[in-house]
């Protein structure tokens, strides 16, 4: 293929083809996770959720996605039109190009920039323009309210998430999502257990930002009825709803990356190199997984009550059992297809249980208040995420002049004081509740 | 034009001027089309900011004129209208309706009528009970309690079906008794939801009595002072979370309450928490006058002789009852014909609405939608 292409634009053809590839995927994607959540929800709430489009409602994402383009386009007469026109369209932009840094596996990734997370938090706080342009496009008050709402939500949260990534960033000493991912696996240990409370910052930061329950006051549906998406119908509509499942996307990729090891299998360094062949036990999971989900589905499809749903049903299965097949392919694939392949299976994987507990979060709790959402970033999160930060850059300085090579024991005494510090933080927190419910003189 | 803006919050009823605004105020409408306010209810808001600082219910959309219907209906053929007021609590709008009209006509149902009737009431008191608790944790944005609630409510609307036949508006009692006896094996269909629903309350409170948010969102949030609440005559669950033991089952007992035992839960603060936990302990208590009731059903007739046209003497009754929200009365007025000469309804639905700008000042946008969900409304009867 070398001698077609002008070695000139060669570096370009890979991340051209897979910014493509995202571009085309991702809109699918979002969908299924669509219906992945009210699949998860139903789940919740004893009941079976979208069952009628497809089998088990598998093609209802392309059903909505239809009727959505389809959809008659409303602009209301008092809208600001070039910015109502541009809101969601920059929404969408900037969750897509966020993805550019983001890598999938130790292969797929368009740019590994050396300030790869900053690009992709400077890129992402640039969405909000979007939700607050929209707002106040729209010129009706449940968008604005919504609007505002967002601009302080994301500004004070992102501070929070910033902050609680930067105790993962000491560790890995690089900004470079590829490195890293790297030094998670030359450590040994994802990051994770070595700074847990940086991770549950990032996880609650990530909720807030991404504006979902119980940190979904934007788009407070029984307040605000949509939020700042209160005027939009149609596609442009749907683009909103694209870009922050995206969204969604890109801060799970990160914490995947920062926290959860990336593309790293789980005891990425464990070799037992199976009946003395270069095949790991462990890498053979994504095979017996993918199998069992294509045993399942032949085995549910002549059960489908109408035929065509018989023949989703079995397609489902074949296509399980293709990626069943990859996988094993792969692991005697030469090496660089073989991490690629299955890099991408773990980083997936890891993002959509991180999802899976968006959604578990999102059908538990309540909402919260907006000015109980403010102190509990501003008077809790960013004061634990500080503390967590010099904490853990003191740790580091015990490792390297001490020699205190523990990461574990690391975890337990950060944890420790970090737990001491948000009961500290809880208290005063209830003080100033205690003082704003006491009755007025 | 006075400035209506004042400081003085104690006036009631004070409404919002649209024309005289501060320089950062602005007027919301809420409503009649709007996700939270159940039904058609409009709600004027005076905002500034996101704080509340005036507002005013407007009502009316779904008005049906009830009221002057029953003026041209014999007074059977006016039992089935009034289903349609509190439509999630039909079965106790029907009693209220049916005694005040046994006691226009001097006649009492049957001891074993007015047992089914406390039952069935009982039964519909949780129904209700547990539409509002969904539909209220819904506003406050638990999305997963409805959907529990929901399938317990399921299975008293079975039994309702299994009853009369219908589940919604039912039309189970007429006046003077029943007109249907309860079918095989209606104890124990009782008995077993009974039975399991004690369970179930504890897994609702789970997902929300000691949740840091659900407590967050709810203490504190429009409370209503005993003495307001005697002012603005609220009645009901919101009433007694204010610290007043006013149970109309207890102070003027009817159908069957006086042979049970239950206690009336109070609070002390009147905040949307403690009407909360009025109302999550009023079903245990249903629920437990239900599983006596059920143990001793009196036999006998279950129709009074009442005869077939009924023509009560001139005269005027008032009659109330304890309804799921609050105190439902009849007054009913009788020139001697066929058809009543006037029928007022006191909903108490359409009264304790009228706290609600007592609550919702100084409060947030967020806890206007808690506030319109925790007085339990239902438009039906709000508009008649």
């Not at chain 1, 991404?210 to 605000?224: G, I, M, Y």
């Not at chain 2, 309450?257 to 609070?267: G, H, K």
Request: charged share 20%; with cysteine.
């Amino acid at each position: 293929m070398n001698h077609l292409i002008p070695p000139s634009i060669l570096p370009y053809v890979l991340p051209v083809l897979y910014g493509v590839v995202i571009v085309a995927v991702l809109p699918l994607l979002a969908g299924y996770i669509v219906l992945l959540e009210r699949k998860v929800m139903a789940d919740m709430q004893a009941r079976l959720g979208p069952m009628r489009v497809g089998p088990h409602g598998l093609l209802q994402p392309i059903a909505d996605a239809l009727k959505l383009l389809i959809k008659e386009d409303i602009i209301p007469v008092k809208a600001d039109l070039f910015l109502f026109w541009c809101a969601p369209v920059l929404s969408v932009t900037m969750a897509l190009l966020a993805y550019a840094a983001i890598p999938f596996g130790p292969a797929f990734q368009i740019a590994d920039l050396n300030v790869g997370l900053l690009f992709i938090l400077a890129i992402s706080s640039l969405g909000i323009y979007g939700i607050v342009l929209g707002g106040w496009a729209s010129n009706s008050h449940y968008s604005l309210l919504g609007a505002l709402r967002s601009a302080a939500q994301l500004v004070s949260y992102e501070t929070a998430a910033g902050l609680a990534l930067v105790s993962a960033l000491m560790l890995a000493g690089s900004l470079s999502m590829k490195d890293i991912v790297q030094a998670q696996y030359d450590q040994g240990v994802w990051f994770i257990f070595v700074v847990p409370v940086g991770f549950f910052i990032y996880l609650v930061g990530s909720i807030a930002e991404t504006n979902r329950a119980p940190f979904d006051l934007p788009e407070a549906e029984s307040e605000l009825v949509a939020g700042y998406m209160t005027e939009y119908s149609g596609f442009r509509w749907a683009l909103y709803f694209l870009g922050e499942y995206a969204n969604m996307v890109v801060v799970a990729s990160i914490a995947t990356t920062l926290f959860l090891g990336g593309w790293l299998r789980p005891f990425a360094r464990y070799q037992d190199h199976l009946f003395g062949t270069s095949v790991e036990l462990l890498d053979i999971l994504p095979t017996i997984l993918f199998l069992g989900v294509a045993v399942y589905s032949f085995w549910l499809a002549p059960k489908q009550p109408v035929k065509i749903q018989k023949i989703v049903m079995a397609l489902v299965g074949g296509l399980c059992l293709v990626l069943a097949v990859g996988m094993a392919g792969a692991l005697f694939a030469p090496d660089a297809v073989r991490m690629g392949v299955h890099g991408a299976f773990w980083f997936l994987a890891k993002v959509f249980t991180y999802i899976y507990a968006f959604l578990w979060i999102r059908f538990t709790f309540p909402r919260y208040r907006f000015d109980q959402l403010m102190r509990l970033g501003w008077h809790f999160l960013i004061p634990l995420a500080l503390v967590n930060v010099v904490v853990v850059g003191t740790t580091i300085v015990l490792q390297q002049n001490w020699d205190w090579r523990h990461p574990m024991l690391t975890a337990i005494v950060t944890t420790a004081i970090m737990l001491g510090v948000a009961a500290f933080l809880g208290r005063e927190d209830k003080q100033h509740q205690a003082a704003v419910e006491a009755p007025e003189p | 034009m006075s400035d209506t803006r004042t400081d003085d919050r104690s006036k009631f009823g004070e409404g919002v001027n649209a024309t005289v605004l501060g320089a950062d105020e602005i007027i919301l409408n809420m409503g009649p089309q709007h996700p939270s306010t159940h039904g058609v209810l409009r709600v004027k808001l005076k905002l500034d900011g996101e704080r509340v600082v005036g507002s005013e219910c407007i009502i009316g959309y779904l008005h049906r004129g009830v009221e002057k219907i029953a003026e041209h209906r014999s007074y059977q053929q006016f039992a089935p209208y009034v289903d349609r007021m509190d439509y999630v609590a039909a079965v106790s709008n029907g009693l209220g309706y049916c005694e005040a009209i046994e006691k226009l006509l001097g006649a009492e149902a049957p001891p074993r009528a007015r047992v089914v009737r406390t039952i069935l009431t009982e039964l519909q008191r949780i129904a209700s009970h547990l539409l509002w608790l969904g539909t209220h944790a819904l506003d406050i944005g638990a999305l997963t309690p409805v959907f529990y609630c929901f399938r317990e409510r399921e299975e008293i609307l079975k039994i309702f079906e299994k009853y009369c036949g219908a589940r919604l508006t039912t039309h189970a009692f007429r006046i003077g008794g029943l007109q249907y006896e309860t079918y095989d094996g209606f104890e124990q269909d009782v008995k077993r939801f009974c039975e399991d629903f004690d369970k179930k309350v504890d897994e609702y409170e789970t997902l929300l009595t000691e949740n840091r948010i659900w407590v967050g969102r709810t203490k504190g949030v429009g409370i209503l002072s005993a003495e307001d609440a005697i002012a603005l005559a609220v009645t009901g669950p919101v009433l007694r979370a204010s610290g007043i033991k006013w149970d109309i089952r207890k102070a003027a007992p009817y159908a069957a309450y006086d042979q049970y035992e239950f206690d009336i839960p109070t609070r002390q603060t009147g905040d949307t928490y403690d009407r909360y936990v009025v109302r999550m302990e009023e079903m245990r208590q249903s629920r437990r006058i239900c599983l006596q009731a059920i143990e001793n059903i009196p036999a006998g007739p279950i129709m009074a002789r009442i005869g077939k046209v009924l023509k009560p003497p001139p005269g005027e009754v008032y009659h109330a009852i304890e309804a799921p929200k609050g105190e439902l009365g009849y007054y009913v007025v009788s020139d001697g014909t066929t058809q009543p000469y006037r029928v007022r309804v006191r909903p108490p639905s359409f009264i304790n609405l009228q706290a609600f700008d007592k609550m919702a000042r100084g409060s947030l946008v967020a806890d206007v939608v808690a506030i319109i969900g925790t007085i339990d409304i239902v438009l039906g009867e709000v508009d008649r």
